[in-house]
């Protein structure tokens, strides 16, 4: 059974950092594309990163790019999410998501129905 758990959640202000983890157990770690997306009060969930299985490429959200990093180490089944410079437009609850697929390289790695399993969520509250 797929389990992914998120921590590092937390109220920071505008300007501030956070860095979000996901531990993940159940498949193979190193075979699947790994993302965050987030979803804010009223909002539809939105797409903020990707990792691919290797770690060597990643993807962004306009919204995040260049103030965000997303990492992984296949080693300990992690992956993490360093937020800097956070907005209150950041606010949201953050989500671990694993790719349904094996080693996918097509582009719909921003798309919600290509991820099978979800964390709980964690909730980033950015204070202006």
């Known amino acids: 059974q797929v389990q992914l758990v998120e921590s590092g959640g937390g109220l920071v202000q505008a300007g501030g950092s956070l860095r979000l983890s996901c531990a993940a157990s159940?498949?193979?770690?190193?075979?699947?594309?790994m993302a965050w997306f987030r979803q804010a009060p009223g909002k539809e969930r939105e797409f903020v990163a990707a990792?691919?299985?290797?770690?060597?490429?990643?993807y962004y959200a306009d919204s995040v790019k260049g103030r965000f990093t997303i990492s992984r180490d296949n080693a300990k089944n992690t992956v993490t999410l360093q937020m800097n410079s956070l907005k209150p437009e950041d606010t949201a609850v953050y989500y671990c998501?694993?790719?349904?697929?094996?080693?996918?390289?097509?582009?719909?790695?921003?798309?919600?129905?290509?991820?099978?399993?979800w964390g709980q969520g964690t909730q980033v509250t950015v204070s202006s």
């Open positions: 159940g498949r193979t770690f190193s075979e699947y594309t």
């Open positions: 990792i691919r299985w290797s770690g060597r490429i990643t």
């Open positions: 998501a694993q790719d349904r697929s094996r080693y996918y390289y097509g582009s719909g790695y921003s798309s919600l129905p290509q991820y099978a399993y």
